[in-house]
């Protein structure tokens, strides 16, 4: 449903943008130009269980981005939607060198995992980008502040900071759709609050107990590039 908002939007964004191609300008996820960019996705989970070795280590699973679902975003013009299009992370995925770390906060010096040092794994399935670390350390400090919240549903959502490399606006600039972004020196990282109210998050306890029930959790794609 196109609002007066978004229509009024989307003509002066039709008046000033040269081409479709070109990437949304002051990207956020509201109208106060001081605000993040956010994304709203779906069908998102987020799980951490004890692994069962003799380690104890806990095992992290959950999706930072889900493709092809709609959300508002705004602009210097003001309210579009936008998509992340399915497959638009394989190109930087597949980078021999990839370094993404998950966080906490999007704080680069709380790191619980990394892909360089082959204790994260980031792959696309069918409803996103999803995040693997399967040995964290329940000793270390950020490991376990984190864990407890999770179980507790006191923290359920995820967030991922990359850069827009390819995109394109619809014909009438009221929608834009990202094709390709880059997560290179990106993150993925657990949040308190992000922008989507229909993904979902949960802790399990250890394999041998019955998952907990899921929990709602957002998902927020902090400023592009």
């Given at each position: 449903m196109t609002t007066p908002a978004l229509?009024?939007?989307?003509?002066?964004?039709?008046?000033?943008?040269?081409?479709?191609?070109?990437?949304?300008?002051?990207?956020?996820?509201?109208?106060?130009t001081a605000a993040r960019a956010?994304?709203?996705?779906?069908?998102?989970?987020v799980q951490v269980r004890e692994s069962g070795d003799a380690a104890a280590t806990l095992e992290f699973r959950g999706h930072a981005s889900v493709y092809e679902q709609?959300?508002?975003?705004?602009?210097?013009?003001g309210p579009y939607t936008e998509i992340v299009s399915e497959g638009a992370g394989a190109d930087s995925l597949a980078r021999a060198n990839l370094d993404v770390p998950l966080v906490l906060g999007h704080d680069q010096?709380?790191?619980l995992a990394r892909t360089s040092t082959?204790?994260?794994?980031?792959?696309?399935?069918?409803?996103?980008l999803h995040v693997h670390a399967p040995a964290l350390d329940p000793a270390d400090h950020d490991v376990a502040y984190i864990a407890p919240k999770l179980k507790a549903g006191l923290i359920d959502e995820?967030?991922?900071?990359?850069?827009?490399?390819?995109?394109?606006?619809?014909?009438d600039y009221t929608e834009y759709r990202i094709n390709r972004y880059d997560i290179h020196r990106g993150d993925v990282a657990i949040v308190g609050y992000g922008a989507n109210p229909y993904?979902?998050?949960?802790?399990?306890?250890?394999?041998?107990?019955?998952?907990?029930?899921?929990?709602?959790?957002?998902?927020?794609?902090?400023l592009a590039r």
């Open positions: 229509a009024a939007a989307a003509a002066e964004r039709a008046q000033h943008i040269v081409q479709r191609a070109d990437r949304p300008s002051q990207r956020r996820c509201a109208e106060p956010t994304v709203r996705a779906a069908l998102s989970s709609a959300y508002e975003m705004w602009d210097m013009f010096l709380r790191r082959g204790s994260l794994f980031l792959t696309e399935d069918a409803n996103g995820m967030s991922f900071a990359f850069r827009i490399e390819s995109g394109q606006w619809s014909p993904t979902g998050a949960s802790m399990r306890q250890p394999a041998a107990a019955p998952p907990s029930s899921r929990a709602r959790a957002l998902l927020e794609i902090a």
